[in-house]
């Protein structure tokens, strides 16, 4: 009898780039007191506090910011309270398992420092905190990519929306918390475990887009030479009995 064949194991689909845009939404919602601020953040959208931690990535700046979210940037500028900003801006959103999480960290910071001051700090009233809200707006770029070898020279050439969406978005929306890539990676089981490994290691926060694209370039690149030598490294010699 001829031999049986057996079906070689199934790849997933190329991965389809996607690019967007934060859409910023007024919610007419603002703050003058530190006071006020904690109150506010207690009702406001949840894509309001996604917004003042995540949107600066995608927003244009013409300045070095001194800190990573609004909230901890306005408690700098207009509340004047150093010690506030600091705390605000250590805040890691990644660290939290959702928005909501995230809104109750926010809080408690500002209720802390509001248990430590005799007055409540106040900012000018042309300096009072706006809360927006974003709405995401996602497009497909019709890009593909086909294989994970592929994956260092993909990175290299998608926009800051895509790094946004796939690397950074993608942890609110994917069921495991992880960025896109990594989820397609594990599709490919253990050929794609050092680049898996080689992402996770990468902070998605604290850094401009455009470093974040050149660290997973270099992630990726580092991971598939790794694995080409491995392949390519004679095995050990047995030694004299």
């Not at 917004?51 to 004047?80: S, V």
Request: aromatic content about 10%; some cysteine; proline content about 7%.
């Amino acid at each position: 009898m001829p031999p049986t064949k057996t079906n070689a194991p199934s790849q997933p689909p190329p991965f389809a780039v996607k690019d967007c845009a934060l859409a910023a939404i007024a919610t007419g919602v603002r703050a003058q007191t530190l006071r006020e601020l904690r109150d506010r953040c207690r009702d406001i959208h949840p894509g309001a506090v996604y917004y003042h931690f995540w949107g600066r990535l995608l927003r244009p700046t013409f300045d070095n910011p001194e800190f990573t979210n609004d909230f901890a940037q306005w408690a700098y500028e207009a509340l004047h309270d150093t010690r506030l900003a600091e705390r605000l801006g250590v805040i890691d959103p990644t660290a939290f398992e959702d928005t909501e999480a995230l809104r109750r960290e926010l809080i408690e910071v500002c209720e802390e420092r509001l248990d430590e001051l005799a007055t409540v700090p106040a900012s000018a009233s042309d300096r009072q905190f706006s809360f927006i809200r974003s709405q995401i707006v996602v497009f497909d770029t019709h890009k593909r990519i086909a294989r994970p070898r592929d994956l260092s020279s993909a990175f290299a050439q998608l926009s800051l929306g895509s790094i946004f969406y796939h690397f950074i978005d993608a942890r609110r929306r994917t069921a495991e918390g992880l960025d896109d890539f990594r989820v397609w990676l594990g599709g490919f089981g253990e050929p794609g475990a050092p680049l898996i490994d080689a992402i996770g290691k990468l902070d998605p926060y604290f850094a401009p887009l455009s470093e974040q694209r050149a660290a997973l370039v270099g992630a990726a690149a580092a991971a598939l030479a790794s694995t080409a030598t491995a392949k390519t490294a004679p095995g050990k010699k047995g030694g004299k009995r």
